[in-house]
Every structure is written in C-alpha cells, then in structure tokens.
C-alpha cells in the first residue's frame, strides 16, 4: 500500500509577526540628504492587495548597524540611526502597501527584493531599477513589457513607485537563484 504524497507547505504568513523589526524600512537614516523613498503595492494574479506580505531589499554597503544587541542583556537595540545599513524588511500594509527610506544604489544599478507571501512555495527575488534604468544585461535581454516590471518610476521628489504583481498579465518578472 502506498501512501499519496504529502503537501509541500507554504511560505507563512507565520513571517509577519516574527520578522519584522522596529526601524526595518530605514535602510538609510533620517535625514540623509541622499535618501529616497522607495514604496509600492503588492498584488496578485486579480489584482487584489496582498495585505501580509514580507519585503526584504539588499544592496551594497554592508549590514553595518542593522541588527544591534545589547552585549549584556542580548536585546535587540535597533539600528543605530546613523549608518547606512543596506538592509530592509517591511511587511505590507492591510492595502498591500510598503515602503522603504534608502540610498540610490551606486554598486549596482539596481536594488535586490526578495518577496515573502502567503501561498507562495518559495520565497521570490526580483530587482527594482531606480528610475530610467541604465544598460544591463538583464533588463536588456527582456521584451519591453517585461522590462518594465523591474523599473520604479519616479513619482514625486526623491520618491520612486515600484509594484509587484505576484501572478496574471503583468506579473513582475522573477528571478531564479540555483545554489
């Protein structure tokens, strides 16, 4: 006799409540004269907000200040409100909104994401090109509607939109990472 196949599990929601942190969409300090907003919505296949998502953006400068402990008690104390962290982790809102205070990248044209959502199997990676997006070997092996899934369009003063659609027509385009 043989059993069926277990179902594979999905990626949370689990994730919303233990992974954020207090100051996580402050990748750069308050402040800074450089710093831009990044935000946008989250949404699947219908277009409906995805109001429990997690969001996390890399890029270049080190984890520096991200996670700070207190060396007595082992609490967590924050970021230290002064560095550049290049690390972020915001959850969306009940809209399927986020939103992230950070730096222009200048390492690379481009901020890494990685999206955490309810019936996902595993969590997905993308990228978010500030504005008018430079050469690069990614964005221009893509057709032109493609392409511009991957591009956050300025939308006020030092502010840029970029959404994520997790499914459908316009389904922001994925990255597939082999370890």
């Given at each position: ?6 179902p594979?599990?999905?990626v ?10 207090p100051?996580g ?5 308050a ?8 935000h946008?919505?989250v ?9 429990d998502?997690?969001l996390?953006?890399?890029q270049?400068g ?5 996670l700070?402990?207190d060396?007595?008690?082992?609490g ?5 409100g002064v ?11 009940a809209?399927g ?5 950070t730096?222009?990248p ?8 990685c999206?955490?959502?309810r ?5 997905l990676f993308?990228r978010?090109?500030?504005?008018e997006?430079?050469?690069?070997p ?8 493609r392409?511009?899934t ?7 003063e030092?502010?840029y ?14 990255l597939d990472?082999?370890g």
């Amino acid at each position: 006799m043989s059993l069926p196949p277990t179902p594979s599990q999905t990626v949370g929601p689990f994730y919303g409540y233990a992974l954020p942190f207090p100051g996580g969409a402050d990748i750069a300090p308050a402040g800074h004269p450089g710093a831009v907003m990044v935000h946008g919505y989250v949404t699947d296949g219908h277009g409906d907000p995805v109001p429990d998502a997690l969001l996390e953006i890399w890029q270049g400068g080190g984890l520096a200040g991200s996670l700070r402990r207190d060396p007595v008690t082992g609490g967590f104390l924050g970021r230290n409100g002064v560095d550049f962290t290049g690390f972020g982790r915001v959850p969306t809102d009940a809209d399927g909104h986020w939103a992230v205070r950070t730096l222009p990248p200048s390492d690379r044209p481009y901020l890494s994401v990685c999206l955490f959502a309810r019936g996902l199997m595993h969590h997905l990676f993308t990228r978010a090109y500030l504005g008018e997006a430079v050469p690069d070997p990614l964005l221009d092996g893509l057709p032109p509607e493609r392409r511009a899934t991957l591009v956050a369009v300025p939308d006020g003063e030092r502010s840029y939109r970029f959404d994520i659609r997790v499914q459908g027509g316009k389904e922001t385009v994925f990255l597939d990472f082999h370890g």
